[in-house]
């Protein structure tokens, strides 16, 4: 069975601090895509970044980057310089190819100044 | 650009009544997208449409949900009858196509009494 793992349910940061978010995922595909999203207290769902599988290169936007380990299933997401409005519920995605999203349960970022 | 709307943004009902949800995707979205998000959990996928045709439903409780997509433009979630465990919220999201970024919509908040 195709699954996320967030394995924090909450993490806090200092503002313009640094932190890193941890997802696994299991799956037996090749080809697939993996995604942050970001869930703000009023619940409106926004994309942070993506992933493809087949890229070696880790997906960077702006402050936000990822290391992805392919072999080992591991996608985090780094914050850099971390703001007051980065604190939400970030998901860890997982897509396979043209197929439906697989969330994980999410971590709840606190930032404080 | 307008994005994905959804109403009502809350609700509160009795179990065993009905509820419906009604969401509009961002012009020219060809595919739509009903997510379950329980309380402390990451969306789940209900529904998935491709113009008027479904692509997926295979986590729908077919018993009591009901969904369809009028004109491949709005569509509507049912519920009928409600249970305590619907309590939720449904999110709407909509793609331009399968394998692109899905954007969403502020979700509705269900709370089955």
């Known amino acids: 069975a195709q699954t996320v793992t967030q394995s924090q349910p909450e993490m806090s940061v200092q503002e313009a601090e640094t932190v890193t978010l941890s997802c696994t995922y299991d799956?037996?595909?090749?080809?697939?895509?993996l995604f942050w999203y970001k869930q703000p207290p009023s619940r409106q769902m926004i994309l942070v970044i993506r992933?493809?599988?087949?890229?070696?290169q880790n997906a960077t936007e702006n402050r936000f980057s990822v290391n992805f380990q392919k072999a080992a299933k591991s996608f985090s997401l780094k914050i850099s310089d971390s703001q007051l409005g980065d604190a939400a519920m970030y998901f860890c995605?997982?897509?396979?190819?043209?197929?439906?999203?697989?969330f994980g349960t999410g971590t709840r970022l606190q930032v404080f100044p | 650009e307008a994005g994905v709307a959804q109403s009502p943004r809350y609700k509160i009902i009795e179990k065993r009544q009905s509820v419906a949800f009604w969401c509009n995707p961002i012009?020219?979205?060809?595919?739509l997208y009903w997510y379950q998000q329980i309380l402390g959990q990451g969306p789940k996928l209900l529904i998935q449409?491709?113009?008027?045709?479904?692509?997926?439903d295979s986590q729908l409780p077919k018993d009591r949900f009901s969904a369809e997509r009028l004109k491949g433009v709005d569509s509507t979630l049912k519920i009928q009858p409600a249970k305590l465990e619907d309590s939720a919220v449904y999110l709407c999201?909509?793609?331009?196509?399968?394998?692109?970024?899905?954007?969403f919509g502020p979700g509705t908040r269900l709370t089955v009494l």
């Open positions: 012009s020219g979205h060809a595919t």
């Open positions: 449409f491709q113009n008027n045709g479904v692509v997926d």
């Open positions: 992933q493809e599988a087949y890229k070696q």
């Open positions: 999201a909509s793609s331009v196509g399968t394998a692109y970024e899905q954007f």
């Open positions: 799956t037996s595909e090749s080809d697939y895509y």
């Open positions: 995605a997982y897509r396979p190819n043209t197929d439906k999203l697989i």
